[in-house]
C-alpha cells in the first residue's frame, strides 16, 4: 500500500513536498455519500494532531456537499485516504527492470463525439449553459509495473502534482498540472488562507524558442482563450466567496502562460482569507467539484456531462490541498 507524493510549492518556491508513505496506521473509506462528510472530519482532526493524510475524493462524492450536482453511481469507494505517522523520503528509484506496456485505445468514435459537440453546441445555444468541460475516455491494457508507468509519466510530465496511491486494491497514477486549491486554515479566532489556479486555455509547445513565444503570445492574446479563462475564474470567485472573508476575494494573477513540455496552459489565481472556524468540509461543499473539470454553471454543466462521459477524481492532502 505505497503512497507517493510529488507536488511543487504552489507559490513558485522550492518548498515542493516530496515523499513516500507505507503501511497506513488506519485507512478511512466512503462507500456512500453520507460517509463522505464525516471522513473529511476525520481526516481533518487526525491532520491536525499531526498524521499525515493522503488520498483521493471521486467526483462522484460531489452530491455530498449539493444534492443537485449530477452523477454516475460508481462501484468503488467515493474517498479513500490512508493515516500515516510520518513521512518517508521519496525512495531512491522508482523504476523497475520489469518491461511495462501501455495500449490505449479511444472509446469514443467520431461519430459519437461529433453528435457529441452537437448536443453541447445546441444547449449553449439555448442557454443551458455557457461552457462545459467534456473529456474523451480512454481505455487500455497492461502489463508491466504500476510504479515503473507512474515513473515514465512524471518524466513525460515533471511538473505539477502527482501521486501514486496504491490503496491495496487498486493502484491510481496522477500526473496532473493543475492546483484545485491549497487552503491553510488559520488559529482558532484567525482567518485561514487559500489558493485556487484554474487552468484553462491550451496551445501547443513550437518547434524553436522563437515559435513557442509566437505560439505563446497568441494564445495569450486570443479572445476565444481569455474567454474560457475568465468563465471559470468568475466560477472560482464566486464559490471562494463562500467560505471568505467580506471583500477580500482577489485575482492577482490573470491569464498567466505556463509552460509545459509539449502545450502552453493559460491560469489564473484566486484568492481569499477564508473566515476564522471555516472547516474542510465547507471548503469542499464551496469549490466541489472544481469548476475547470465542470464548466459553468457547475450544476447545469455536470448535469449534461452526466448523459456524456464517465468521471475523474482529484488527489488530496490535507492540510495544504
Not at 478511512?28 to 491536525?48: F, G, M, N
Not at 513565444?213 to 464566486?238: T, Y
Not at 467539484?289 to 455536470?302: E, L
Request: hydrophobic share 40%; charged share 15%.
Amino acid at each position: 500500500m505505497q503512497v507517493l507524493i510529488d507536488f511543487c510549492d504552489p507559490h513558485g518556491g522550492p518548498a515542493a513536498l516530496r515523499c513516500a508513505f507505507d503501511a497506513p496506521q488506519q485507512t478511512l473509506v466512503a462507500h456512500t455519500l453520507a460517509e463522505v462528510k464525516p471522513l473529511l472530519d476525520q481526516v481533518e482532526a487526525l491532520s491536525q494532531q499531526g498524521y499525515w493524510c493522503v488520498g483521493y475524493v471521486c467526483y462522484e462524492a460531489a452530491p455530498a456537499f449539493d444534492a443537485a450536482l449530477a452523477v454516475h453511481q460508481v462501484d468503488g469507494p467515493l474517498a479513500w485516504f490512508g493515516v500515516y505517522p510520518q513521512a518517508l523520503p521519496w525512495p531512491d528509484d522508482t523504476s523497475s527492470k520489469e518491461t511495462t506496456q501501455v495500449t490505449w485505445h479511444n472509446t469514443l468514435s467520431r461519430a459519437d463525439f461529433d453528435a457529441r459537440m452537437a448536443h453541447i453546441h445546441q444547449a449553449i445555444a439555448a442557454g443551458e449553459f455557457y461552457q462545459v468541460n467534456t473529456t474523451a475516455p480512454l481505455s487500455g491494457a497492461f502489463t508491466g509495473s504500476p510504479l515503473e508507468l507512474f515513473s515514465r509519466l512524471q518524466r513525460a510530465q515533471p511538473q505539477g502534482y502527482a501521486a501514486y496511491i496504491d490503496t491495496g486494491v487498486e493502484q491510481i497514477l496522477s500526473v496532473s498540472p493543475e492546483l484545485f486549491f491549497n487552503w491553510q486554515p488559520g488559529l482558532v479566532g484567525h482567518s485561514g488562507q487559500i489558493l485556487t489556479r484554474p487552468m484553462k486555455g491550451t496551445a501547443p509547445r513550437g518547434n524553436s524558442p522563437a515559435e513557442d513565444a509566437a505560439l505563446a503570445q497568441a494564445m495569450r492574446a486570443s479572445p476565444k482563450e481569455r474567454a474560457e479563462n475568465v468563465m471559470i475564474v468568475d466560477l472560482l470567485r464566486n464559490d471562494v466567496s463562500r467560505i471568505a472573508e467580506p471583500f477580500s476575494v482577489q485575482v492577482p494573477e490573470l491569464f498567466k502562460v505556463q509552460t509545459l513540455p509539449t502545450v502552453f496552459q493559460m491560469v489564473s489565481d484566486v484568492t481569499a482569507r477564508t473566515r476564522p472556524g471555516i472547516r474542510l468540509t465547507e471548503v469542499f461543499a464551496a469549490l466541489f467539484p472544481c469548476g475547470s473539470i465542470t464548466g459553468a454553471p457547475k450544476v447545469q454543466a455536470m448535469r449534461s456531462l452526466k448523459t456524456l462521459e464517465p468521471w475523474c477524481a482529484p488527489v488530496a492532502m490535507p492540510p495544504s490541498m
